[in-house]
Protein backbone atom coordinates (compact mmCIF):
# COMPACT_ATOMS: atom_id res chain seq x y z
CA UNK A 1 0.00 0.00 0.00
CA UNK A 2 2.93 2.35 1.09
CA UNK A 3 4.51 1.69 -2.51
CA UNK A 4 1.56 1.99 -4.43
CA UNK A 5 1.11 5.44 -2.81
CA UNK A 6 4.95 6.32 -3.24
CA UNK A 7 4.52 5.25 -6.37
CA UNK A 8 1.16 6.82 -7.36
CA UNK A 9 3.39 10.57 -6.20
CA UNK A 10 5.84 9.41 -8.33
CA UNK A 11 3.97 9.28 -11.12
CA UNK A 12 2.96 12.48 -10.52
CA UNK A 13 5.59 14.80 -10.21
CA UNK A 14 6.37 14.92 -14.44
CA UNK A 15 2.56 15.96 -14.91
CA UNK A 16 2.74 18.92 -11.99
CA UNK A 17 6.05 19.51 -13.64
CA UNK A 18 4.62 20.21 -17.07
CA UNK A 19 1.54 21.89 -15.85
CA UNK A 20 4.15 24.27 -13.81
CA UNK A 21 5.88 24.76 -17.16
CA UNK A 22 2.71 25.05 -19.06
CA UNK A 23 1.73 28.18 -16.70
CA UNK A 24 5.02 29.52 -16.56
CA UNK A 25 5.76 29.54 -20.50
CA UNK A 26 2.08 30.96 -21.01
CA UNK A 27 3.12 34.31 -19.03
CA UNK A 28 6.07 34.56 -20.07
CA UNK A 29 6.96 34.09 -23.89
CA UNK A 30 3.00 35.28 -25.65
CA UNK A 31 2.20 38.75 -26.86
CA UNK A 32 1.81 40.80 -23.79
CA UNK A 33 4.27 40.47 -21.44
CA UNK A 34 4.16 40.79 -17.85
CA UNK A 35 5.42 44.24 -17.37
CA UNK A 36 3.51 46.10 -20.50
CA UNK A 37 0.28 44.47 -18.57
CA UNK A 38 0.94 45.71 -15.40
CA UNK A 39 1.65 49.09 -16.78
CA UNK A 40 -1.32 49.01 -18.58
CA UNK A 41 -3.67 51.27 -17.19
CA UNK A 42 -5.81 51.25 -20.32
CA UNK A 43 -3.93 54.95 -20.92
CA UNK A 44 -2.11 53.87 -23.31
CA UNK A 45 1.64 52.29 -23.22
CA UNK A 46 3.70 53.41 -20.03
CA UNK A 47 7.41 55.43 -20.38
CA UNK A 48 9.47 52.64 -21.45
CA UNK A 49 12.33 53.85 -18.53
CA UNK A 50 9.78 52.62 -15.60
CA UNK A 51 9.15 49.61 -18.10
CA UNK A 52 13.06 48.32 -18.04
CA UNK A 53 13.15 49.29 -14.55
CA UNK A 54 10.38 46.70 -13.47
CA UNK A 55 11.83 44.01 -16.02
CA UNK A 56 15.15 44.06 -13.69
CA UNK A 57 13.20 44.62 -10.86
CA UNK A 58 10.87 41.36 -11.15
CA UNK A 59 14.26 40.07 -12.86
CA UNK A 60 12.19 39.72 -16.51
CA UNK A 61 15.52 40.90 -18.45
CA UNK A 62 17.01 37.21 -17.37
CA UNK A 63 16.66 34.52 -20.02
CA UNK A 64 13.68 32.34 -19.84
CA UNK A 65 15.07 29.26 -18.47
CA UNK A 66 16.88 30.72 -15.67
CA UNK A 67 13.44 32.83 -14.95
CA UNK A 68 12.07 29.03 -14.80
CA UNK A 69 14.77 27.77 -12.59
CA UNK A 70 14.44 30.30 -10.56
CA UNK A 71 10.36 30.13 -10.17
CA UNK A 72 11.09 26.38 -9.94
CA UNK A 73 13.47 26.68 -7.18
CA UNK A 74 10.77 28.89 -5.30
CA UNK A 75 8.12 27.12 -6.02
CA UNK A 76 9.77 24.26 -3.71
CA UNK A 77 9.85 26.29 -0.89
CA UNK A 78 6.70 27.02 -1.06
CA UNK A 79 7.20 30.54 -2.27
CA UNK A 80 4.38 31.27 -4.75
CA UNK A 81 5.68 34.87 -5.68
CA UNK A 82 4.49 37.92 -4.32
CA UNK A 83 1.29 39.65 -5.90
CA UNK A 84 1.72 42.75 -7.93
CA UNK A 85 -1.01 44.08 -6.94
CA UNK A 86 -1.05 43.86 -3.26
CA UNK A 87 2.20 43.11 -2.62
CA UNK A 88 1.32 40.18 -0.52
CA UNK A 89 2.83 36.83 -0.81
CA UNK A 90 0.55 34.76 -3.11
CA UNK A 91 0.72 31.47 -0.43
CA UNK A 92 -0.71 33.84 2.13
CA UNK A 93 -3.63 34.77 -0.20
CA UNK A 94 -4.68 31.40 -1.15
CA UNK A 95 -3.69 29.89 2.27
CA UNK A 96 -6.29 32.40 3.50
CA UNK A 97 -8.96 31.05 0.40
CA UNK A 98 -8.25 27.52 0.75
CA UNK A 99 -10.69 26.79 3.41
CA UNK A 100 -13.88 28.57 1.86
CA UNK A 101 -13.15 27.11 -1.29
CA UNK A 102 -13.15 23.48 -0.03
CA UNK A 103 -16.22 23.89 2.25
CA UNK A 104 -18.08 24.80 -0.79
CA UNK A 105 -16.58 21.90 -3.44
CA UNK A 106 -17.48 19.60 -0.17
CA UNK A 107 -20.59 20.55 0.23
CA UNK A 108 -21.56 20.76 -3.67
CA UNK A 109 -20.54 17.19 -3.39
CA UNK A 110 -21.46 16.10 -0.94
CA UNK A 111 -25.45 17.61 -2.46
CA UNK A 112 -24.67 15.57 -5.48
CA UNK A 113 -23.70 12.45 -4.31
CA UNK A 114 -26.94 12.95 -1.31
CA UNK A 115 -29.53 13.47 -4.40
CA UNK A 116 -28.32 11.98 -7.44
CA UNK A 117 -26.73 8.38 -6.49
CA UNK A 118 -30.44 7.40 -5.26
CA UNK A 119 -32.28 9.47 -8.24
CA UNK A 120 -29.78 6.92 -10.54
CA UNK A 121 -30.91 3.89 -8.38
CA UNK A 122 -34.73 4.84 -8.71
CA UNK A 123 -34.62 5.47 -12.56
CA UNK A 124 -32.34 2.12 -13.00
CA UNK A 125 -34.13 -0.44 -10.55
CA UNK A 126 -37.52 0.91 -12.51
CA UNK A 127 -36.10 1.29 -15.78
CA UNK A 128 -38.80 2.88 -18.31
CA UNK A 129 -41.14 3.83 -15.45
CA UNK A 130 -42.29 7.40 -15.19
CA UNK A 131 -39.59 7.81 -12.18
CA UNK A 132 -36.57 7.09 -14.09
CA UNK A 133 -38.11 9.09 -16.97
CA UNK A 134 -38.34 12.17 -14.39
CA UNK A 135 -34.95 11.24 -13.24
CA UNK A 136 -33.65 11.44 -16.67
CA UNK A 137 -34.93 14.54 -17.28
CA UNK A 138 -33.53 16.12 -14.20
CA UNK A 139 -30.18 14.90 -14.98
CA UNK A 140 -30.39 15.93 -18.59
CA UNK A 141 -31.16 19.52 -17.52
CA UNK A 142 -28.90 19.40 -14.49
CA UNK A 143 -26.25 19.35 -17.26
CA UNK A 144 -27.11 21.66 -19.03
CA UNK A 145 -28.19 24.95 -17.14
CA UNK A 146 -26.09 27.91 -16.88
CA UNK A 147 -24.50 27.28 -13.17
CA UNK A 148 -24.82 31.31 -13.12
CA UNK A 149 -27.93 31.51 -14.28
CA UNK A 150 -29.41 28.76 -11.89
CA UNK A 151 -27.63 30.52 -9.15
CA UNK A 152 -29.17 34.10 -9.88
CA UNK A 153 -32.85 32.20 -10.18
CA UNK A 154 -31.83 30.44 -6.53
CA UNK A 155 -30.70 33.50 -5.02
CA UNK A 156 -33.78 35.87 -6.55
CA UNK A 157 -36.58 33.03 -4.87
CA UNK A 158 -34.88 32.00 -2.42
CA UNK A 159 -33.21 35.24 -0.80
CA UNK A 160 -35.12 37.97 -2.64
CA UNK A 161 -38.23 36.45 -2.74
CA UNK A 162 -38.70 34.08 0.20
CA UNK A 163 -36.17 36.24 2.14
CA UNK A 164 -35.29 32.26 3.69
CA UNK A 165 -31.42 32.47 2.93
CA UNK A 166 -28.60 35.38 2.10
CA UNK A 167 -28.51 36.46 -1.08
CA UNK A 168 -24.32 36.27 -1.30
CA UNK A 169 -21.20 36.58 1.14
CA UNK A 170 -19.47 34.38 3.48
CA UNK A 171 -20.76 35.93 6.20
CA UNK A 172 -19.36 33.80 9.29
CA UNK A 173 -19.05 30.79 7.52
CA UNK A 174 -22.53 28.74 8.87
CA UNK A 175 -24.67 26.92 6.98
CA UNK A 176 -27.22 29.57 5.68
CA UNK A 177 -24.43 31.15 3.61
CA UNK A 178 -23.09 27.54 2.27
CA UNK A 179 -26.77 26.21 0.69
CA UNK A 180 -27.37 28.64 -1.94
CA UNK A 181 -23.76 28.03 -3.88
CA UNK A 182 -23.85 24.71 -2.65
CA UNK A 183 -26.73 23.61 -4.53
CA UNK A 184 -25.53 25.79 -6.92
CA UNK A 185 -22.43 24.01 -7.87
CA UNK A 186 -23.46 20.40 -6.87
CA UNK A 187 -26.24 20.23 -9.78
CA UNK A 188 -24.58 19.42 -12.51
CA UNK A 189 -22.50 16.45 -10.50
CA UNK A 190 -25.50 15.63 -9.51
CA UNK A 191 -26.81 15.19 -12.52
CA UNK A 192 -24.05 13.13 -14.14
CA UNK A 193 -23.87 10.99 -10.86
CA UNK A 194 -27.30 10.03 -11.45
CA UNK A 195 -26.72 9.46 -15.16
CA UNK A 196 -23.63 7.50 -14.32
CA UNK A 197 -25.57 5.70 -11.36
CA UNK A 198 -28.15 3.79 -13.59
CA UNK A 199 -26.15 3.09 -16.18
CA UNK A 200 -23.60 1.03 -13.74
CA UNK A 201 -26.43 -0.19 -11.85
CA UNK A 202 -28.21 -1.15 -15.03
CA UNK A 203 -25.50 -3.50 -16.37
CA UNK A 204 -24.35 -4.97 -13.20
CA UNK A 205 -27.98 -5.80 -13.15
CA UNK A 206 -27.33 -8.19 -15.91
CA UNK A 207 -24.14 -9.46 -14.74
CA UNK A 208 -24.10 -13.45 -14.18
CA UNK A 209 -23.53 -12.83 -10.16
CA UNK A 210 -26.82 -11.23 -10.06
CA UNK A 211 -28.20 -13.81 -11.53
CA UNK A 212 -26.92 -16.39 -9.26
CA UNK A 213 -27.91 -14.60 -6.40
CA UNK A 214 -31.20 -14.55 -7.26
CA UNK A 215 -31.17 -18.30 -8.20
CA UNK A 216 -30.37 -18.95 -4.97
CA UNK A 217 -32.68 -17.18 -3.14
CA UNK A 218 -31.04 -14.15 -2.00
CA UNK A 219 -34.06 -11.39 -1.51
CA UNK A 220 -33.95 -8.67 -4.19
CA UNK A 221 -32.72 -6.23 -1.13
CA UNK A 222 -29.81 -8.16 -0.24
CA UNK A 223 -28.72 -8.18 -3.95
CA UNK A 224 -28.91 -4.51 -4.21
CA UNK A 225 -27.22 -4.26 -1.09
CA UNK A 226 -24.47 -6.52 -1.27
CA UNK A 227 -23.39 -7.55 -5.18
CA UNK A 228 -24.97 -4.15 -7.23
CA UNK A 229 -24.22 -1.57 -4.83
CA UNK A 230 -20.65 -2.52 -4.13
CA UNK A 231 -19.94 -3.08 -7.97
CA UNK A 232 -21.52 0.31 -9.11
CA UNK A 233 -19.50 2.01 -6.60
CA UNK A 234 -16.10 1.69 -8.31
CA UNK A 235 -17.48 3.43 -11.73
CA UNK A 236 -19.42 6.37 -8.56
CA UNK A 237 -16.30 6.89 -7.13
CA UNK A 238 -14.66 7.37 -11.11
CA UNK A 239 -17.20 10.01 -11.30
CA UNK A 240 -16.77 11.34 -8.03
CA UNK A 241 -13.32 11.63 -8.45
CA UNK A 242 -13.26 13.28 -12.11
CA UNK A 243 -16.14 15.82 -10.86
CA UNK A 244 -13.88 16.86 -7.95
CA UNK A 245 -11.63 18.34 -10.64
CA UNK A 246 -14.19 20.01 -13.01
CA UNK A 247 -15.88 21.35 -9.22
CA UNK A 248 -12.73 23.28 -8.79
CA UNK A 249 -13.05 24.37 -12.37
CA UNK A 250 -16.43 25.39 -12.11
CA UNK A 251 -16.57 26.86 -8.21
CA UNK A 252 -14.88 30.15 -10.07
CA UNK A 253 -18.26 30.84 -11.66
CA UNK A 254 -20.32 30.31 -8.38
CA UNK A 255 -17.65 32.01 -6.05
CA UNK A 256 -17.77 35.16 -7.95
CA UNK A 257 -21.78 34.88 -8.79
CA UNK A 258 -22.10 34.87 -4.79
CA UNK A 259 -19.14 36.49 -3.50
CA UNK A 260 -17.48 33.80 -2.33
CA UNK A 261 -13.90 34.06 -1.16
CA UNK A 262 -12.29 31.35 -2.16
CA UNK A 263 -9.48 30.22 -4.58
CA UNK A 264 -12.19 30.99 -7.69
CA UNK A 265 -12.87 33.97 -7.12
CA UNK A 266 -9.40 35.34 -6.59
CA UNK A 267 -8.48 33.74 -9.85
CA UNK A 268 -10.90 35.52 -11.72
CA UNK A 269 -9.75 38.78 -9.48
CA UNK A 270 -6.32 38.46 -10.68
CA UNK A 271 -7.04 37.94 -14.32
CA UNK A 272 -9.04 40.50 -14.58
CA UNK A 273 -6.41 42.90 -12.47
CA UNK A 274 -3.47 40.96 -14.69
CA UNK A 275 -2.20 40.05 -11.25
CA UNK A 276 -0.17 37.38 -12.91
CA UNK A 277 1.81 35.27 -9.60
CA UNK A 278 -1.66 35.13 -7.85
CA UNK A 279 -3.03 34.32 -11.16
CA UNK A 280 -0.03 30.96 -11.70
CA UNK A 281 -0.68 30.58 -8.06
CA UNK A 282 -4.51 29.70 -8.16
CA UNK A 283 -3.82 27.39 -11.14
CA UNK A 284 -1.21 25.61 -9.48
CA UNK A 285 -3.00 25.01 -6.19
CA UNK A 286 -6.42 23.96 -7.85
CA UNK A 287 -4.06 21.60 -10.04
CA UNK A 288 -2.28 19.93 -7.22
CA UNK A 289 -5.98 19.73 -5.53
CA UNK A 290 -6.94 17.61 -8.73
CA UNK A 291 -4.44 15.43 -8.56
CA UNK A 292 -4.68 14.59 -5.19
CA UNK A 293 -8.03 13.89 -5.33
CA UNK A 294 -7.71 11.18 -8.17
CA UNK A 295 -4.48 9.71 -5.98
CA UNK A 296 -7.28 9.51 -3.33
CA UNK A 297 -9.40 7.91 -5.42
CA UNK A 298 -7.10 5.10 -6.91
CA UNK A 299 -6.12 4.25 -3.30
CA UNK A 300 -9.90 3.95 -2.74
CA UNK A 301 -10.77 1.46 -5.79
CA UNK A 302 -8.46 -0.81 -3.35
CA UNK A 303 -10.72 -0.44 -0.63
CA UNK A 304 -13.97 -0.89 -2.02
CA UNK A 305 -12.96 -3.60 -4.56
CA UNK A 306 -10.11 -5.97 -3.48
CA UNK A 307 -9.75 -7.50 -7.16
CA UNK A 308 -8.09 -3.91 -7.79
CA UNK A 309 -5.04 -4.76 -6.72
CA UNK A 310 -2.01 -2.18 -5.79
CA UNK A 311 0.41 -3.71 -8.29
CA UNK B 1 -36.00 9.04 -22.00
CA UNK B 2 -36.74 6.86 -25.28
CA UNK B 3 -34.40 7.00 -27.53
CA UNK B 4 -35.77 8.63 -30.97
CA UNK B 5 -37.19 11.97 -28.43
CA UNK B 6 -34.11 12.49 -27.76
CA UNK B 7 -32.84 12.76 -31.25
CA UNK B 8 -36.01 14.98 -32.60
CA UNK B 9 -36.35 16.91 -29.45
CA UNK B 10 -32.95 17.93 -29.58
CA UNK B 11 -32.07 18.26 -32.86
CA UNK B 12 -35.11 20.71 -33.17
CA UNK B 13 -33.62 22.77 -30.56
CA UNK B 14 -30.82 22.68 -32.08
CA UNK B 15 -32.20 23.33 -35.93
CA UNK B 16 -34.33 26.24 -33.99
CA UNK B 17 -31.10 28.04 -32.32
CA UNK B 18 -29.19 28.00 -35.70
CA UNK B 19 -32.49 29.47 -37.48
CA UNK B 20 -32.18 31.74 -35.06
CA UNK B 21 -28.55 32.66 -35.31
CA UNK B 22 -28.46 32.69 -38.86
CA UNK B 23 -31.68 34.56 -39.82
CA UNK B 24 -31.05 36.94 -36.61
CA UNK B 25 -30.77 40.58 -38.70
CA UNK B 26 -34.38 39.66 -40.43
CA UNK B 27 -35.79 37.85 -36.96
CA UNK B 28 -34.39 41.25 -34.69
CA UNK B 29 -37.08 44.31 -33.95
CA UNK B 30 -34.31 46.18 -33.43
CA UNK B 31 -30.39 46.83 -33.47
CA UNK B 32 -29.32 44.83 -30.48
CA UNK B 33 -26.39 47.30 -29.61
CA UNK B 34 -26.94 51.04 -31.42
CA UNK B 35 -31.31 50.92 -30.50
CA UNK B 36 -31.07 52.15 -26.83
CA UNK B 37 -33.57 54.95 -25.92
CA UNK B 38 -33.89 55.89 -22.22
CA UNK B 39 -37.94 56.50 -22.51
CA UNK B 40 -38.09 52.37 -23.25
CA UNK B 41 -35.80 51.35 -20.26
CA UNK B 42 -36.77 48.36 -17.81
CA UNK B 43 -40.13 47.31 -19.62
CA UNK B 44 -41.94 44.55 -18.64
CA UNK B 45 -42.37 41.91 -21.93
CA UNK B 46 -45.62 42.98 -23.67
CA UNK B 47 -46.89 42.91 -26.79
CA UNK B 48 -44.37 45.54 -27.86
CA UNK B 49 -41.45 44.02 -26.00
CA UNK B 50 -41.48 40.46 -26.37
CA UNK B 51 -39.08 39.76 -23.98
CA UNK B 52 -38.87 43.23 -22.26
CA UNK B 53 -36.02 46.17 -22.44
CA UNK B 54 -33.12 46.82 -20.55
CA UNK B 55 -31.93 49.87 -18.22
CA UNK B 56 -30.79 51.65 -21.70
CA UNK B 57 -34.00 50.84 -23.25
CA UNK B 58 -32.41 47.75 -25.69
CA UNK B 59 -34.87 45.13 -26.56
CA UNK B 60 -34.19 41.92 -24.81
CA UNK B 61 -36.31 39.68 -27.46
CA UNK B 62 -33.50 41.31 -30.60
CA UNK B 63 -30.27 40.82 -28.43
CA UNK B 64 -31.31 37.30 -27.18
CA UNK B 65 -31.75 36.90 -31.12
CA UNK B 66 -28.50 38.32 -31.76
CA UNK B 67 -26.58 36.71 -28.83
CA UNK B 68 -27.60 33.01 -30.56
CA UNK B 69 -24.86 34.16 -33.42
CA UNK B 70 -21.75 34.94 -30.88
CA UNK B 71 -22.77 31.80 -29.01
CA UNK B 72 -23.17 29.13 -31.93
CA UNK B 73 -19.91 30.67 -33.30
CA UNK B 74 -18.17 29.86 -30.52
CA UNK B 75 -19.53 26.35 -30.07
CA UNK B 76 -19.07 25.22 -33.17
CA UNK B 77 -16.05 26.75 -34.37
CA UNK B 78 -14.12 26.04 -31.09
CA UNK B 79 -15.27 22.35 -30.86
CA UNK B 80 -14.57 21.91 -34.54
CA UNK B 81 -11.03 22.92 -33.60
CA UNK B 82 -11.04 20.67 -30.61
CA UNK B 83 -11.91 18.08 -32.76
CA UNK B 84 -9.43 18.28 -35.11
CA UNK B 85 -6.48 18.41 -33.12
CA UNK B 86 -7.86 15.93 -30.89
CA UNK B 87 -8.38 13.35 -33.72
CA UNK B 88 -4.81 14.26 -35.75
CA UNK B 89 -3.43 13.73 -32.06
CA UNK B 90 -5.22 10.33 -31.09
CA UNK B 91 -4.92 9.11 -34.85
CA UNK B 92 -1.01 10.07 -35.23
CA UNK B 93 -0.45 8.24 -31.67
CA UNK B 94 -2.46 5.32 -32.28
CA UNK B 95 -0.89 4.27 -35.85
CA UNK B 96 2.55 5.46 -35.15
CA UNK B 97 3.00 4.44 -31.87
CA UNK B 98 6.17 4.67 -30.48
CA UNK B 99 8.15 8.19 -28.79
CA UNK B 100 4.94 10.26 -31.01
CA UNK B 101 2.71 7.96 -28.85
CA UNK B 102 4.72 8.83 -25.65
CA UNK B 103 4.37 12.41 -26.19
CA UNK B 104 0.80 12.10 -27.05
CA UNK B 105 -0.44 10.53 -24.19
CA UNK B 106 1.95 13.10 -22.06
CA UNK B 107 0.42 16.18 -23.57
CA UNK B 108 -3.21 14.53 -23.05
CA UNK B 109 -2.23 13.86 -19.23
CA UNK B 110 -1.39 16.94 -18.94
CA UNK B 111 -4.68 18.19 -20.29
CA UNK B 112 -6.51 16.20 -18.29
CA UNK B 113 -4.82 17.68 -15.09
CA UNK B 114 -6.22 21.22 -15.69
CA UNK B 115 -9.97 21.76 -15.57
CA UNK B 116 -10.57 22.83 -18.98
CA UNK B 117 -12.54 26.47 -17.78
CA UNK B 118 -9.55 27.27 -16.07
CA UNK B 119 -7.38 26.75 -18.38
CA UNK B 120 -9.18 28.76 -20.88
CA UNK B 121 -9.42 31.67 -18.28
CA UNK B 122 -5.48 31.33 -17.99
CA UNK B 123 -5.42 31.93 -21.75
CA UNK B 124 -7.98 34.81 -21.87
CA UNK B 125 -6.26 36.39 -19.19
CA UNK B 126 -2.95 36.33 -21.61
CA UNK B 127 -4.92 37.28 -24.77
CA UNK B 128 -7.20 39.67 -23.39
CA UNK B 129 -11.11 39.92 -23.61
CA UNK B 130 -12.92 39.55 -27.19
CA UNK B 131 -14.22 36.77 -29.83
CA UNK B 132 -11.33 35.86 -31.11
CA UNK B 133 -9.43 35.21 -27.62
CA UNK B 134 -12.96 32.80 -26.77
CA UNK B 135 -12.00 30.61 -30.09
CA UNK B 136 -8.58 30.50 -29.39
CA UNK B 137 -9.27 29.77 -25.33
CA UNK B 138 -11.81 27.44 -25.74
CA UNK B 139 -10.81 25.97 -29.30
CA UNK B 140 -7.13 24.54 -27.24
CA UNK B 141 -8.41 23.53 -24.08
CA UNK B 142 -11.23 20.88 -24.75
CA UNK B 143 -9.29 17.85 -27.03
CA UNK B 144 -8.18 15.58 -24.84
CA UNK B 145 -11.28 13.21 -24.35
CA UNK B 146 -11.50 13.14 -28.49
CA UNK B 147 -8.11 12.57 -28.62
CA UNK B 148 -7.95 9.39 -26.44
CA UNK B 149 -11.07 7.94 -28.44
CA UNK B 150 -9.33 8.25 -31.51
CA UNK B 151 -6.45 7.05 -30.48
CA UNK B 152 -8.19 3.72 -28.75
CA UNK B 153 -10.07 3.30 -32.34
CA UNK B 154 -7.04 3.81 -34.08
CA UNK B 155 -5.60 1.18 -31.81
CA UNK B 156 -8.40 -1.57 -32.40
CA UNK B 157 -9.27 -0.27 -36.11
CA UNK B 158 -5.22 -0.41 -37.36
CA UNK B 159 -4.87 -4.51 -37.15
CA UNK B 160 -8.05 -5.09 -39.13
CA UNK B 161 -7.94 -6.76 -42.43
CA UNK B 162 -9.06 -3.93 -44.91
CA UNK B 163 -6.13 -2.02 -43.53
CA UNK B 164 -3.69 -4.26 -43.70
CA UNK B 165 -4.50 -5.05 -47.40
CA UNK B 166 -4.51 -1.31 -47.85
CA UNK B 167 -1.41 -1.34 -46.79
CA UNK B 168 -0.35 -3.97 -49.04
CA UNK B 169 -1.81 -2.19 -51.96
CA UNK B 170 1.07 0.45 -51.58
CA UNK B 171 -1.71 3.20 -49.35
CA UNK B 172 0.87 5.64 -47.52
CA UNK B 173 -0.04 6.43 -43.76
CA UNK B 174 -1.62 9.38 -44.36
CA UNK B 175 -3.81 8.08 -46.99
CA UNK B 176 -4.87 4.94 -45.03
CA UNK B 177 -5.30 7.11 -42.05
CA UNK B 178 -7.91 9.81 -43.55
CA UNK B 179 -9.69 7.05 -46.36
CA UNK B 180 -9.51 3.91 -43.95
CA UNK B 181 -9.20 4.82 -40.49
CA UNK B 182 -11.09 8.01 -39.87
CA UNK B 183 -14.12 7.11 -41.64
CA UNK B 184 -14.51 4.38 -39.29
CA UNK B 185 -14.06 6.50 -36.22
CA UNK B 186 -16.12 8.86 -36.95
CA UNK B 187 -19.41 8.17 -34.87
CA UNK B 188 -18.42 8.48 -31.49
CA UNK B 189 -16.21 11.64 -32.55
CA UNK B 190 -19.46 13.35 -33.69
CA UNK B 191 -20.88 12.28 -30.59
CA UNK B 192 -18.40 13.85 -28.84
CA UNK B 193 -18.43 16.19 -30.76
CA UNK B 194 -22.42 17.44 -30.15
CA UNK B 195 -21.61 16.98 -26.73
CA UNK B 196 -18.48 19.40 -26.61
CA UNK B 197 -20.37 22.17 -28.47
CA UNK B 198 -23.33 22.23 -25.48
CA UNK B 199 -20.05 22.44 -23.00
CA UNK B 200 -18.33 25.15 -25.41
CA UNK B 201 -21.74 27.44 -25.31
CA UNK B 202 -21.65 26.79 -21.82
CA UNK B 203 -18.21 27.97 -21.35
CA UNK B 204 -18.39 31.06 -23.57
CA UNK B 205 -21.82 32.31 -21.34
CA UNK B 206 -19.51 31.77 -18.05
CA UNK B 207 -16.31 33.47 -19.23
CA UNK B 208 -18.51 36.61 -20.70
CA UNK B 209 -20.36 36.52 -17.54
CA UNK B 210 -16.83 37.14 -16.03
CA UNK B 211 -16.26 40.03 -17.88
CA UNK B 212 -13.25 37.80 -19.47
CA UNK B 213 -15.34 37.13 -22.58
CA UNK B 214 -17.83 38.57 -25.16
CA UNK B 215 -17.49 42.42 -23.63
CA UNK B 216 -20.82 44.56 -23.20
CA UNK B 217 -22.61 46.65 -25.15
CA UNK B 218 -22.41 43.48 -27.85
CA UNK B 219 -24.99 40.93 -27.01
CA UNK B 220 -23.43 37.45 -25.83
CA UNK B 221 -26.01 35.82 -23.54
CA UNK B 222 -23.24 35.46 -20.97
CA UNK B 223 -22.53 39.05 -20.83
CA UNK B 224 -26.29 40.04 -20.80
CA UNK B 225 -26.58 38.04 -17.81
CA UNK B 226 -23.52 39.69 -15.90
CA UNK B 227 -25.14 42.87 -16.95
CA UNK B 228 -28.99 41.30 -15.50
CA UNK B 229 -27.32 40.65 -12.19
CA UNK B 230 -28.21 44.39 -10.36
CA UNK B 231 -30.90 44.31 -11.61
CA UNK B 232 -32.79 40.70 -10.68
CA UNK B 233 -35.12 41.88 -8.62
CA UNK B 234 -36.61 45.15 -10.45
CA UNK B 235 -36.27 43.31 -14.00
CA UNK B 236 -36.35 39.73 -13.78
CA UNK B 237 -36.77 39.45 -17.26
CA UNK B 238 -33.54 40.34 -18.21
CA UNK B 239 -32.20 37.76 -16.82
CA UNK B 240 -34.34 34.74 -17.28
CA UNK B 241 -34.93 35.09 -21.30
CA UNK B 242 -30.84 34.96 -22.02
CA UNK B 243 -30.64 31.99 -19.13
CA UNK B 244 -33.27 30.06 -20.79
CA UNK B 245 -31.95 30.79 -24.19
CA UNK B 246 -28.30 29.17 -22.76
CA UNK B 247 -30.55 26.87 -21.01
CA UNK B 248 -32.84 25.22 -24.49
CA UNK B 249 -29.76 25.40 -26.88
CA UNK B 250 -26.97 23.62 -24.56
CA UNK B 251 -29.84 20.67 -23.36
CA UNK B 252 -31.16 20.73 -27.55
CA UNK B 253 -27.21 19.89 -28.03
CA UNK B 254 -26.51 17.46 -25.09
CA UNK B 255 -30.08 15.26 -26.10
CA UNK B 256 -28.97 15.59 -29.91
CA UNK B 257 -25.86 13.74 -28.63
CA UNK B 258 -27.85 11.42 -26.83
CA UNK B 259 -29.71 10.51 -29.38
CA UNK B 260 -26.51 10.18 -31.95
CA UNK B 261 -24.88 8.03 -29.68
CA UNK B 262 -28.10 5.44 -29.63
CA UNK B 263 -27.60 5.40 -33.40
CA UNK B 264 -23.63 5.97 -34.48
CA UNK B 265 -22.01 4.32 -31.64
CA UNK B 266 -24.30 1.72 -30.13
CA UNK B 267 -21.49 -0.18 -28.36
CA UNK B 268 -21.79 2.52 -25.99
CA UNK B 269 -25.48 2.37 -24.94
CA UNK B 270 -25.26 -0.31 -21.87
CA UNK B 271 -22.43 2.29 -20.74
CA UNK B 272 -24.34 5.43 -21.39
CA UNK B 273 -23.72 8.02 -18.70
Known amino acids: MLSFLIRRILQTVPTVLAVVLVIFVLFSVVPGSIVSSMSDDGRGAADPQVMERMKKQLGLDDPVYIRFGAYIAKLATGDLGTSFRTREPVTTMLAKRMWPTLQLIFAAMIFAIVIGVPLGFIAALRPGSIADTISMVVAVSGLSIAKFWLGLLLMYLFALKLGWLPSFGYGDGGLKYLILPAVTLGVSPMALLARTTRAAVLEIMTADFVRTARSKGMSETRVVKWHVMRNALVLILTTIGLQFGALMGQAVVVEKLFSWPGIGSLLVDSVLQRDIPAVQGSIFVVVLFFLAINMLIDVLYGVIDPRIRYA | ?273
Open chain 2, 1 to 273: MKLGASLIIGGALFALAIFVGLFAPWLAHTDPVMDANLLNAEEPPSWIWWFGTDAQGRDIYSRVVHGARISLTVGIVSQFVNSVIGVTLGLTAGYWGGWWDDFVNGLTNLMLAIPSLIFALAIMAVLGPGLTSLLIALGLTNWSFTCRIARASTLSLKSQGYVQAARVLGYGDLRIMITQLLPNMLGPIIVIGTLGMGGAVLAEASLSFLGLGIRPPYPSWGSMLSEARDQITTAPWLSIFPGLAIFLTVLGLNLLGDGLRDILDPQSRSRRT
